[in-house]
């Protein structure tokens, strides 16, 4: 095996697994007796930390948005509105560091080293103060982040509620999560995948599990709920049924928006796709490959997509193209907002720092009206060697800045006009009597073959490819 495919294994995972198995080994010695194991936590988890403010481009301080003003409005819309920003529970408060030849490297000071009902009471805690010091309304989790696993479902359940019961609190009336999932990728029960295992009592445990993270998800005020399919796909087709597991995939998804109208769920339901990782090969690839899936088994008007951009490029696509082919399939449901590494083959889920990239991003998000009732969320985190607490505001705050860098991009460039005319110039030609009935069905190969006779060798004039890239370095 070559070093990238053991990472290829391991690191997607490394969050999950020393998140939610393990934890930080030791509590820091310099906390004076504070880190012990009881739920609460004395004072601020941030201390030294401000609520971050808009000082605008020309401002150096690292703890302030330079672009990012949630309430100016911008191409008709509140910034705060177009973005929907979230924070991802699983990297900010479970990740660790950890990578597939290295031990954990952060130890957050209000960790206990245990994964207890207490510690996740108290990491529920720091998420809602650093949420509020950042100022964003969303949030987003797995159910195994946010609470242990029991011995059994039932105390499984039992701890999600009593970790659920203080988030309905600590949320206020103004928090709430732009969605939820479950997670059917950590635990050996899942090895051969959830709604795709090859055995029916994985099966029906994951349904069990997916039940209880749509109803604590509508419990808690939750405005999508999210599918990944991590483990449904396939290691080897010499031991897969494949059109077996795809038929009982849609039926596990049929069954969920039969429970989501009935306890009256009103979220949408998104697919999240990736091609690979850990599976070699995932059912939901791209979003092309998930809309084929969606329309077959006549699931297309109940999903949407949530489209992730490093998983767009490992996919081979970019993050612009999946999102563009979600939009056209009436899709676009939500972004998990990241980015990866050109040198790296794997889900590095990396902040996005690209203006160049944002700006694209930002083209789809305004041709599609927005992402409401989605959002942005920071399926990303920190690197491994960045170890400081402030450094997670850091770079959530670079993040914020560079979406919004890509929305002000976007309105110069539609203020300009000069690339959207460039476009439409393209295509003029079919803005004519002939080109209204090809385009409305109406014109048939007899009639075009006269045509083109008539007409003799077409003149095709240039793409202006380096114009298009031209007008649009200038917005950047
Ligand atoms: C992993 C996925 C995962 C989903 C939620 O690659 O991005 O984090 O967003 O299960
Ligand atoms: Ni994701
Ligand atoms: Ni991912």
Redesign the pocket.
Known sequence: MKPVEILLLFL?FNVFTFGAIGGPPTCPADLDGECGDSGEWKGEFFPGIPKIKYEGPSSKNPLAFKWYNAEEVILGKKMKDWFRFSVAF?HTFRGTGADPFGAPTKYWPWEDGTNSLAMAKRRMRANFEFIDKLGVDFWCF?DRDIAPDGKTLEESNANLDEVVALAKELQGSKIHPLWG?AQLFLHPRYMHGGATSSELSVYAYAAAQVKKAIEVTHYLGGENY?F?G?REGYQSLLNTDMGRELDHLARFLEAAVAYKKKIGFNGTLLI?P?PQEPTKHQYDWDAATTANFLRKYGLIGEFKLNI?CN?ATLSGHSCHHELETARLNGLLGNI?ANTGDPQIGW?TDQFLTDIGEATMVMFSVVKNGGLAPGGFNF?AKLRRESTDVEDLFIAHIGGMDTLARGLRNVAKIIEDGSLPELVRKRYSSFDTEIGALIEAGKADFEFLEKKAIEWGEPKVPSAKQELAEMIFQLAL
Request: proline share 0%; net charge negative.
């Open positions: 997607c699983w797995h999932t999210v990944w991590g999240e990736k992730e998983h998990d889900d399926d």
